[in-house]
C-alpha cells in the first residue's frame, strides 16, 4: 500500500520513487488529482522561443510560468530541445556576448512557427473536450 500523500511536494517525491502518479489520497482520505496535458513541454518550449529566442535556464523559468507549481527538469527541456532541432523547428548557436561561460540560444524557425500553430490547434480541441466534460460533471 502507498504511502498518506498530503501535499504536492509529496506527491513529487512519491512520483520520483514509485513513478508518475495522477491521483492520490490526503491524511483526511480525500482524492486529489493531478490533471496535466502530456508533453506539454514541447508546446511550451514552441510558444516561449515564439515569443523570443533564449537560453536554457532562461526557457526553465519561463516554461514555469505557463504550469505554476510545476518546473521542468533542466535535462528533459534540453532533451526535448535537441529533439527539437534535429527536427529543424529550433536552431542554436553558442553565445559568448554574456558574462561566463558561453550558453546556447535557441531560436524558432519557421517550421516551428508551423508546429506552434499545430499544437494550438490540437489543444483547443483538447480544450472542448475537457469544457464538455467539465459541463457534465457539474450538470450534475
Do not use: C, I
Not at 480541441?125 to 457539474?138: G, I, K, M, P
Amino acid at each position: 500500500m502507498s504511502p498518506v500523500l498530503t501535499s504536492f511536494s509529496t506527491y513529487m517525491r512519491f512520483a520520483h520513487r514509485h513513478g508518475p502518479r495522477t491521483r492520490w489520497r490526503d491524511a483526511q482520505g480525500q482524492w486529489h488529482v493531478r490533471g496535466r496535458v502530456e508533453r506539454f513541454l514541447e508546446p511550451a518550449l514552441l510558444l516561449l522561443l515564439a515569443e523570443q529566442p533564449a537560453h536554457g535556464y532562461e526557457l526553465v523559468d519561463r516554461a514555469a510560468e505557463l504550469v505554476p507549481g510545476e518546473r521542468p527538469e533542466l535535462g528533459g527541456l534540453y532533451r526535448v530541445l535537441r529533439a527539437l532541432e534535429e527536427d529543424g523547428l529550433v536552431k542554436s548557436e553558442w553565445d559568448a556576448n554574456e558574462p561566463g561561460p558561453a550558453k546556447r540560444r535557441y531560436e524558432l524557425t519557421p517550421a516551428g512557427h508551423e508546429l506552434l500553430r499545430a499544437w494550438a490547434k490540437a489543444l483547443k480541441q483538447t480544450q472542448v473536450v475537457v469544457d464538455a466534460f467539465l459541463t457534465r460533471v457539474e450538470g450534475r
